[in-house]
């Protein structure tokens, strides 16, 4: 039988409840942004995440650790979201374990990507600077526009990388990396082009028609 392939689920809800998060999707989702946001090595752990997440949900830390285990292990690792980053010295326990030491983990480039792409994200301006720093991208001025948008309109400039996280998700794109805005055009099914269309016509308006515009776009905000 042919093992099945590790599947990022941050955007997988239920059959019947399709605004509604699975238990796997928030678990991933925690796990990425616990990652993005925690920069000491002993925050990093299994335990710590698991601990974390059980925190923030009134639950036990233990009947989390198993699902942190295996999202790590087989999900997040093998698609080089996460990766290791070193091993904490043990001083207690059984005495391979304290040679081996406890892992501790990392964002990768595809895992900044992710990160980007989930609106619980913290800090969401350090993660794009580090994300373009360290990323193949194919269009080298994506960067330059990209850091613009994020400053002037971040939900729209976040909702990009949502939309292309989210077909990673469902298979309508093969790789995370390199970023390709060419296979993103092709994949968003022209979700920007009433945006680029109202940006083209408000460029044309004279200052006191811009005005009345952004007036009337000011009520739904």
Wanted: proline share 4%.
């Amino acid at each position: 039988m042919k093992p099945t392939s590790p599947k990022l689920s941050v955007f997988e809800t239920f059959k019947t409840k399709q605004q509604q998060l699975t238990g796997e999707a928030k678990r991933q989702r925690h796990i990425i942004c616990h990652l993005a946001r925690e920069e000491s090595s002993t925050l990093m752990t299994r335990t710590a995440i698991a601990q974390d997440i059980a925190e923030k949900n009134n639950l036990l830390w233990k009947n989390i650790y198993s699902g942190v285990f295996r999202d790590l292990d087989e999900v997040l690792i093998p698609l080089e979201i996460v990766s290791e980053a070193g091993r904490l010295p043990l001083k207690r326990g059984p005495k391979a374990l304290q040679e081996k030491g406890i892992p501790h983990y990392q964002l990768t480039a595809k895992g900044l990507l992710v990160a980007l792409s989930i609106e619980e994200s913290d800090n969401k301006s350090s993660i794009l600077n580090k994300f373009l720093s360290e990323s193949e991208i194919k269009e080298k001025e994506f960067a330059h526009v990209v850091s613009t948008l994020a400053k002037i309109s971040p939900k729209f400039t976040y909702s990009m990388f949502e939309i292309y996280v989210k077909a990673f998700c469902e298979g309508k794109l093969k790789n995370l990396l390199p970023f390709s805005v060419l296979e993103f055009q092709k994949i968003s099914q022209n979700a920007f082009a009433a945006q680029n269309e109202l940006l083209n016509g408000f460029m044309t308006l004279p200052k006191t028609r811009k005005a009345d515009i952004l007036n009337f776009f000011a009520k739904f905000t």
